[in-house]
């Protein structure tokens, strides 16, 4: 089984996550069939193992192909709301599954609306780890509102992600990096990594150069703008 090429899967870059899409979701975090996505793993191995690493916004899968052999034991699952792109990523899993049989069984990709649906998914604090990796700038002022990063959504991050998690964030866009920056600050349950902790982080070196976009980046000689959050224990004073 061959690897997929991409310009078979092209569609605009930009879509509009808040229309109505045509989405399957469960009521309930235990209705969703796991084992679809995770089968070797989940059937044989662990039945209740759960997903600990999400990337929202995944593109072409490849911060969850990098991070696979780095974390065997930790399932990950990718969302992307474009049909083709999503559809790409399953091949690209199943493709290397194939040629390598015994590793890419803890990483798969699911097509929903992050924006909507991550409680019908995961469970409060279930999260480990999230990432949003060049994420869609919406730079008009009215469309501000479909930023995936706001004071709204951060509430719901911080509902799925597990106390002490971490959430990654880059761009190259400075605009949206303070944008990023300022809502998680002025959040009560996230607080920012410093750069000196960042350094014993084995992930972060792999935020810049793993995904499509970071690449294209690169190329282009532009910045990347990193920070990195954790989630805060509930009902925590620093005072």
Not at 179 to 202: N, T
């Amino acid at each position: 089984m061959a690897l997929p090429q991409k310009k078979y899967y092209r569609q605009r870059a930009h879509s509009n996550p808040i229309a109505d899409h045509c989405f399957e979701y469960p009521a309930h975090p235990d209705d969703y069939n796991w084992s679809t996505l995770f089968p070797k793993t989940i059937e044989q191995e662990q039945k209740n193992k759960q997903v600990e690493f999400l990337d929202v916004g995944c593109g072409y899968g490849g911060l969850l192909v990098t991070l696979s052999p780095l974390f065997p034991n930790n399932l990950m699952l990718g969302l992307e709301i474009r049909v083709k792109v999503s559809d790409y990523v399953n091949d690209r899993i199943q493709a290397l599954r194939y040629q390598h049989p015994d590793q890419f069984q803890n990483i798969a990709v699911l097509r929903t609306n992050a924006m909507k649906y991550l409680p019908n998914f995961f469970h409060k604090g279930q999260l480990k780890k999230m990432f949003f990796l060049y994420p869609d700038p919406h730079f008009k002022k009215a469309k501000h509102k479909w930023r995936i990063i706001n004071k709204w959504l951060l509430s719901e991050y911080a509902y799925v992600l597990a106390e002490e998690g971490v959430i990654y964030t880059i761009t190259d866009v400075k605009d949206l990096h303070e944008w990023m920056v300022k809502h998680f600050v002025e959040h009560p349950l996230f607080e920012r990594i410093s750069d000196e902790e960042l350094k014993s982080d084995i992930i972060v070196d792999k935020l810049y150069e793993s995904t499509e976009e970071g690449q294209k980046v690169t190329r282009n000689n532009g910045d990347k703008y990193l920070a990195v959050f954790k989630r805060i224990p509930d009902g925590y004073n620093p005072n």
